[in-house]
């Protein structure tokens, strides 16, 4: 989703898929600065052989407030969390 700085605000981010092999990040897949505010990421899905952050994967700075991250597969913030507090 993001590269670069994205600020969130008030937008949720529900049912989405990412999918194949080493599929990454089913609702946001973050490689830079994001800032989630009033933003909740509910029922995304990342499938495949090795897939991870059915919510959110991180490879930059993920800032959450008021920001839920849950009911997402195979998990919230990929396994170890890549999201503090997620």
């Known amino acids: 989703m993001t590269a670069?700085?994205?600020p969130t605000?008030?937008?949720p981010?529900?049912?989405n898929t990412a999918g194949g092999t080493n599929a990454e990040g089913g609702g946001i897949a973050a490689y830079g600065s994001l800032n989630l505010t009033g933003s909740a990421v509910t029922g995304?899905?990342?499938t495949g052989t090795n897939a991870?952050?059915?919510?959110?994967l991180n490879?930059?700075?993920v800032?959450?407030?008021t920001s839920p991250v849950v009911a997402n597969i195979p998990d919230q913030c990929g396994t170890p969390?890549?999201?503090p507090g997620c």
């Open 4 to 6: 670069g700085h994205a």
């Open 9 to 11: 605000f008030g937008s």
């Open 13 to 15: 981010v529900s049912r």
């Open 44 to 46: 995304n899905t990342a």
């Open 52 to 56: 991870r952050g059915g919510g959110i």
């Open 59 to 61: 490879f930059g700075t």
């Open 63 to 65: 800032t959450r407030i």
């Open 81 to 83: 969390s890549t999201v």
